[in-house]
């Protein structure tokens, strides 16, 4: 069974541009998790999906973050403009239940730096 | 006070040792708990979880959990220089983690 996986796994782009993350979870999860560690910070939470459906997207930092899961498969989480602040790993997670938490599977995550 | 703190390591050990990790959380509602494995440049990859308390053994991994002390821990008997990792504790009230900053381990051969 193949595992979360994440593209691309390193991402450069220049402060202003925009950039596109996506994940493919596990197949048959219907939730599915976005978190981001920053450099010597711990893992954050960003938003949780259940199927298409956002339940809490507390997490995300502001609006320039925007995260879609068409069809309650892949996910792509947007980040425009992206400014130097949101340099770091961002990670997919997917499990089988939501309520609560179950064993969730982690992605290799995407590295972005921002310059 | 951070949510979950573990001390940020490096924790050496001899191989062949046990190693122990350890954990506090803040919050009392918390009721899931995972410690996450994650070598360098790869995904966080679950060793343990655990619910309830009192001890949890699988292979040479046993978690730990107290949930009236808010303190979880994870054993790791004879360990081995492939244990060398960071470990991350995730604690849990619902379905999202709360995480630690996690502990470098490193077991010296």
């Known amino acids: 069974e193949a595992g979360v996986t994440q593209f691309p796994s390193h991402s450069v782009i220049e402060k202003g541009q925009t950039v596109t993350l996506r994940c493919d979870p596990i197949?048959?999860?219907?939730?599915l998790y976005w978190y981001r560690r920053v450099m010597g910070k711990e893992i954050k939470f960003l938003l949780h999906?259940?199927?298409?459906?956002?339940?809490?997207e507390s997490g995300m930092p502001n609006n320039r973050f925007l995260a879609e899961r068409t069809g309650g498969t892949y996910s792509t989480l947007k980040v425009q403009p992206a400014e130097l602040e949101d340099s770091g790993v961002y990670f997919c997670?997917?499990?089988?239940?939501?309520?609560?938490?179950?064993?969730?599977?982690f992605g290799q995550g995407t590295r972005l730096t921002v310059v | 006070q951070k949510e979950v703190e573990q001390n940020s390591g490096p924790l050496s050990v001899p191989e062949g040792a046990i190693a122990s990790l350890n954990c506090t959380y803040s919050?009392?509602?918390?009721?899931?708990f995972f410690w996450y494995r994650q070598y360098s440049g790869k995904s966080p990859e679950l060793i343990m979880s655990?619910?309830?308390?009192g001890d949890k053994e699988d292979g040479r991994f046993t978690a730990q959990l107290n949930k009236a002390s808010q303190y979880v821990s994870l054993l790791i008997r004879d360990s081995q220089p492939s244990d060398s990792a960071t470990y991350l504790c995730?604690?849990?009230?619902?379905?999202?983690?709360?995480f630690g900053t996690g502990t470098r381990l490193k077991v010296l051969a």
């Open positions: 997670a997917s499990s089988h239940a939501g309520g609560l938490a179950t064993e969730a599977f």
């Open positions: 197949s048959g999860h219907d939730n």
């Open positions: 999906f259940v199927k298409e459906s956002k339940q809490d």
């Open positions: 919050d009392r509602g918390s009721q899931s």
């Open positions: 655990i619910y309830s308390n």
């Open positions: 995730a604690v849990s009230g619902t379905y999202k983690y709360i």
